[in-house]
């Protein structure tokens, strides 16, 4: 715990010094993606199973629509081989409105509100609810993003509720343990290019996100670390590598760490 707390001190020393950008793999800010924009994302998680010992595969496509500088749509689904056969096990719908905002030349800060619902009918096999591929439920919450001169930083906060996934297998940690609070926080910067010159630049991103749930009738929290390496080419394709892995663990998971591979292709000016 005290390298990581050094690690996040030097980490955010360098506030000033370098820049960043608001497109984290784990979270979403407050910000929304251009009018019109219409974007494509594959992600594919490799997460080591700590009962079976084995690693599992989860990819999860991703549709997403900008329908105006305040509301944009996103569409997931849901496809695993925890069971030895890569098959579709569900999916989800995410809208999220920016509902303020204050934008100056080189910063903004901005918050919005955001609701989830997943349908799932794989087996539930964990104590934690994860609306993200595992269990049937919805989410409401907050996001606030601060970008100063291009260094960005967001939190968010939200209530998720689950419900027996569709396949009639009961939840499985009693009834009074289907309510939980997620909080984040992500912090991000951009190295490279040093100076833009175009578009075309090729940019890397470092970036850290904390990724928390604590039960509400539990009281058990689990708390991750993901650091993340970014790249983004054209300005329309992305590409991200992270590692997340637990820094406290007592909301039980099957599989707490293991690496997310991200891919994006976003067309502007598509959605009329």
Not at 16 to 31: K, R, V
Not at 60 to 83: A, C, Q, T, Y
Not at 88 to 110: M, P, Q, T, W
Not at 126 to 146: C, M, P, R, V, W
Request: with cysteine; net charge positive; aromatic share 14%.
């Amino acid at each position: 715990m005290k390298k990581l707390i050094l690690f996040l001190f030097l980490f955010c020393s360098c506030y000033i010094q370098l820049s960043a950008q608001e497109l984290f793999s784990y979270t979403e800010p407050a910000s929304n993606m251009a009018k019109g924009t219409l974007g494509f994302r594959l992600n594919s998680t490799l997460m080591k199973d700590e009962d079976e010992l084995k690693n599992n595969l989860h990819i999860i496509p991703e549709v997403m629509m900008g329908f105006s500088k305040k509301w944009m749509l996103h569409l997931d689904g849901f496809l695993s081989d925890r069971n030895n056969t890569l098959i579709a096990e569900g999916g989800a719908l995410y809208l999220k409105y920016r509902f303020y905002s204050i934008d100056e030349v080189h910063s903004h800060f901005r918050l919005a509100a955001f609701s989830r619902v997943s349908i799932n009918n794989s087996d539930i096999h964990q104590e934690a609810i994860d609306l993200n591929g595992h269990n049937s439920g919805y989410e409401l919450g907050f996001i606030a993003t601060k970008l100063e001169h291009k260094v960005a930083l967001s939190t968010s906060f939200s209530l998720v509720h689950g419900w027996d996934n569709k396949n009639k297998i009961n939840y499985r940690f009693s009834n009074n343990n289907r309510d939980a609070i997620n909080y984040t926080f992500s912090i991000g910067k951009l190295f490279l290019p040093k100076t833009y010159k175009d578009y075309n630049q090729t940019n890397m991103n470092g970036m850290l996100e904390m990724l928390c749930q604590t039960n509400i009738n539990t009281g058990k929290t689990y708390v991750d670390a993901a650091p993340v390496l970014q790249f983004i080419f054209l300005s329309k394709m992305r590409a991200d590598i992270s590692y997340r892995f637990p820094l406290s663990n007592d909301l039980y998971r099957s599989a707490s760490k293991g690496f997310l591979l991200r891919l994006e292709y976003n067309v502007f000016n598509a959605i009329r």
